[in-house]
């Protein structure tokens, strides 16, 4: 890796419901279009593309980007689950890292159907096989859908470990709804409280209904750029992404009987870890953070797994209001994927786009007062995990 990157324009749809979006390529050229237009260049500038998205046809990428300009050049189409969108942004700046490009495009979309997820594919193996046998093996009488019971059963495993009450993993997903009032994007932004957020339908182990990020339907893009091609067009506005690593499964993901190793704990730490000594970053040093709430409990969890605070007090990290405005670091401002929703392939750029803002200080109502440093992670089971560490060059 030889150049500087960044980012020099980001563009993201508003999320909506099921049924209510526009086609995928339609969503995916509006947000091609934004982030241009952001970074104040033409597609005719664009010389390489990576395009994420779960649920689509080989070559939605292309179709996608068909409608913003066809200028030959090459289109990856990528597929990481819930990390797709991260994945793409991956190999964008792998490909200015490297010297291969120096302006390159990476999109999100995703077009989903309403309910929980589920393999699309009955006749071959699942890639879940493995967090299958998991969950089943951490409880053999558990009844919830998959990702459900992945991911609660993390929660469940945490509460057992440290004690952490009910309460505080609802309080997660009132910070959601609190941040997203401010986000006109954001697919849900009613206020609710932790007495509605209980009762609303257990789903499993803390997990309520109101706990769990929806299916939802959006676009998101960012332009990735060399310093070189920045300075030379004159983009003042581009933000440095000044790290980013990739992780997948490690042997403890399916050999030490836990369920947070299986829904990413590992993946997360050792992909920040490696951020943090690239960078020199100290955790306490980062301002702001868009992470992985698919389920409230990964938002639990992952505030140890990014040393955001120490090991067993994730609990009174909340309690003190040390994950929101006037704590130690605001989490999803954007109100996250459980408020802002949860469009597969667009949400890694949808992060990217939040803390892109935050750093120029574009983030309206919701501005985190003096952003410096920003970090981003983006979960996908099967798995992947992608930390990306932002700031102002």
């Not at 689509?56 to 050049?73: H, R």
């Not at 409280?193 to 499993?204: F, Q």
């Given at each position: 890796m030889v150049e500087s990157v960044r980012i020099a324009g980001v563009g993201m749809i508003p999320f909506v419901k099921p049924g209510t979006s526009a086609p995928y390529s339609d969503m995916g050229a509006e947000a091609a279009r934004q982030a241009l237009a952001d970074a104040g260049i033409g597609y005719d500038q664009i010389q390489q593309a990576y395009v994420g998205y779960v649920y689509g046809d080989s070559t939605c990428g292309q179709a996608a980007l068909y409608e913003v300009g066809m200028s030959g050049i090459p289109v990856v189409n990528v597929n990481n689950n819930c990390s797709t969108g991260s994945s793409a942004l991956f190999l964008a700046r792998q490909a200015v890292a490297s010297?291969?490009?120096?302006?390159?495009?990476?999109?999100?979309?995703?077009?989903?159907?309403?309910?929980?997820?589920?393999?699309?594919?009955?006749?071959?193996?699942?890639p879940m096989a493995k967090f299958i046998e998991v969950a089943k093996e951490f409880d053999p009488a558990a009844e919830a859908p998959m990702a459900i019971r992945l991911f609660g059963g993390a929660g469940k495993e945490y509460q057992q470990k440290y004690g952490a009450s009910d309460a505080?993993?609802?309080?997660?997903?009132?910070?959601?709804?609190?941040?997203?009032?401010?986000n006109e994007r954001?697919?849900?932004?009613?206020?609710?409280?932790?007495?509605?957020?209980?009762?609303?339908?257990?789903?499993?182990?803390?997990?309520?209904?109101?706990?769990c990020c929806p299916p939802t339907c959006g676009a998101a893009a960012a332009v990735v750029v060399s310093e070189a091609f920045a300075r030379k067009h004159g983009l003042t506005d581009a933000i440095r992404l000044r790290a980013q690593v990739m992780t997948t499964d490690f042997p403890s993901s399916f050999g030490e009987k836990s369920m947070m190793k299986a829904v990413g704990y590992d993946m997360a730490r050792a992909a920040a870890d490696a951020v943090y000594e690239q960078t020199g970053v100290d955790p306490m040093d980062v301002s702001v953070v868009e992470m992985h709430d698919c389920f409230t409990a990964n938002e639990l969890i992952s505030y140890e797994a990014l040393r955001l605070t120490p090991e067993g007090t994730a609990e009174k990290f909340i309690m003190d209001g040390d994950n929101t405005y006037g704590g130690r670091v605001v989490t999803n401002p954007s109100g996250g994927l459980i408020s802002k929703g949860h469009p597969l392939g667009a949400t890694g750029l949808a992060q990217c786009a939040e803390l892109v803002w935050q750093l120029r200080g574009q983030a309206g109502p919701r501005q985190v007062e003096g952003a410096k440093i920003a970090l981003q992670h983006n979960l996908g089971l099967g798995g992947a995990c992608v930390i990306s560490l932002y700031d102002r060059a």
């Amino acid at each position: 890796m030889v150049e500087s990157v960044r980012i020099a324009g980001v563009g993201m749809i508003p999320f909506v419901k099921p049924g209510t979006s526009a086609p995928y390529s339609d969503m995916g050229a509006e947000a091609a279009r934004q982030a241009l237009a952001d970074a104040g260049i033409g597609y005719d500038q664009i010389q390489q593309a990576y395009v994420g998205y779960v649920y689509g046809d080989s070559t939605c990428g292309q179709a996608a980007l068909y409608e913003v300009g066809m200028s030959g050049i090459p289109v990856v189409n990528v597929n990481n689950n819930c990390s797709t969108g991260s994945s793409a942004l991956f190999l964008a700046r792998q490909a200015v890292a490297s010297g291969a490009a120096d302006c390159v495009l990476a999109l999100g979309f995703e077009q989903m159907v309403p309910g929980a997820l589920a393999d699309v594919y009955q006749d071959r193996p699942s890639p879940m096989a493995k967090f299958i046998e998991v969950a089943k093996e951490f409880d053999p009488a558990a009844e919830a859908p998959m990702a459900i019971r992945l991911f609660g059963g993390a929660g469940k495993e945490y509460q057992q470990k440290y004690g952490a009450s009910d309460a505080a993993f609802a309080m997660i997903s009132v910070k959601a709804r609190r941040h997203a009032e401010h986000n006109e994007r954001a697919i849900f932004r009613t206020p609710t409280s932790v007495e509605e957020v209980l009762a609303s339908k257990h789903m499993y182990g803390p997990l309520t209904r109101l706990q769990c990020c929806p299916p939802t339907c959006g676009a998101a893009a960012a332009v990735v750029v060399s310093e070189a091609f920045a300075r030379k067009h004159g983009l003042t506005d581009a933000i440095r992404l000044r790290a980013q690593v990739m992780t997948t499964d490690f042997p403890s993901s399916f050999g030490e009987k836990s369920m947070m190793k299986a829904v990413g704990y590992d993946m997360a730490r050792a992909a920040a870890d490696a951020v943090y000594e690239q960078t020199g970053v100290d955790p306490m040093d980062v301002s702001v953070v868009e992470m992985h709430d698919c389920f409230t409990a990964n938002e639990l969890i992952s505030y140890e797994a990014l040393r955001l605070t120490p090991e067993g007090t994730a609990e009174k990290f909340i309690m003190d209001g040390d994950n929101t405005y006037g704590g130690r670091v605001v989490t999803n401002p954007s109100g996250g994927l459980i408020s802002k929703g949860h469009p597969l392939g667009a949400t890694g750029l949808a992060q990217c786009a939040e803390l892109v803002w935050q750093l120029r200080g574009q983030a309206g109502p919701r501005q985190v007062e003096g952003a410096k440093i920003a970090l981003q992670h983006n979960l996908g089971l099967g798995g992947a995990c992608v930390i990306s560490l932002y700031d102002r060059a």
